[in-house]
């Protein structure tokens, strides 16, 4: 049995987000799905710009290059950039990739709606996500709007220590995951046991012998973070909206999903 240490850029960069996701039973339509409902509750024009920050392999970036709206994308993974770049040009669609520091970015008044999805707000410094928040708000045009996809505090402080199989295409995934309640932050380990043999493993550990370490936000946590980098609350939406947009979250529920309106 071989194992295979890989390092960031190669297994949360392109292995991860491109190989293994896209082996996910149900994620296109679950990415279709989330695209519809960004562009219902944002109601989108025809031809809205839009900056996806840790845009991956540009798989809602393409969705909406779909739909007719003009698309940056930005993630610090070069192969990820590369990678959907070629997505582009084999559907012959419109839209940029370029690879780069979210937390560098140095648009002003550029787009529409700026979008942050698939767990990417968080990744950073309680301090960096206040900075990029700012900044995104310095990116978008006056009314622009911001969706943030999070992690909701109020879900993710609940997980006790476990461990789980997934069986993948190619052969199983062991994770294990759990909370830590000092930095309320949620962390998780993985290792692919394929079925030809390989073992794969992400190289580094972050902290606490993590993989993974995402901060986790309360309901009013992170709309006073929203409030006081300039925006207004438009909506704060659960994530069993995606693929049923006529649910209405009760009162009590862990969202995980919000849309901010820039102040001018």
């Not at 937390?103 to 996500?129: A, H, P, W």
């Not at 609940?158 to 190619?170: A, G, H």
């Not at 980098?229 to 995606?242: D, E, F, M, N, W």
Request: some cysteine; hydrophobic content about 35%.
């Amino acid at each position: 049995m071989e194992e295979l240490r890989l390092t960031y850029q190669e297994y949360w960069g392109y292995y991860f987000r491109v190989v293994h996701r896209h082996k996910i039973p149900g994620i296109f339509k679950w990415d279709q799905d989330l695209v519809d409902l960004i562009e219902k509750q944002c109601a989108l024009k025809p031809g809205a710009s839009i900056l996806d920050l840790g845009c991956g392999g540009g798989d809602q970036a393409k969705l909406f290059a779909r739909k007719g709206y003009q698309v940056v994308g930005i993630d610090k993974v070069k192969s990820l950039i590369e990678f959907a770049t070629d997505a582009f040009k084999k559907e012959g669609l419109s839209g940029e990739f370029h690879t780069g520091d979210m937390r560098e970015i140095k648009y002003q008044n550029e787009f529409d709606l700026c979008v942050m999805l698939s767990g990417t707000f968080g990744i950073l410094t309680e301090e960096e996500n206040e900075q990029l928040l700012q900044k995104i708000h310095r990116a978008l045009k006056p009314d622009g709007q911001a969706f943030i996809d999070y992690l909701p505090l109020e879900q993710y402080s609940k997980l006790s220590r476990t461990r789980s199989w997934d069986t993948i295409d190619d052969g199983f995934s062991l994770r294990e995951e759990w909370f830590d309640v000092p930095t309320s932050t949620y962390r998780t380990r993985k290792v692919h046991i394929l079925l030809d043999g390989r073992v794969i493993k992400p190289a580094e550990e972050v902290d606490y012998n993590a993989n993974e370490v995402i901060r986790c936000y309360g309901f009013r946590e992170i709309e006073d973070l929203a409030e006081r980098t300039g925006y207004a609350v438009k909506a704060h939406l659960s994530r069993k909206q995606i693929g049923n947009p006529d649910y209405i979250p009760e009162a009590n529920e862990p969202r995980g999903m919000l849309i901010l309106v820039k102040r001018n």
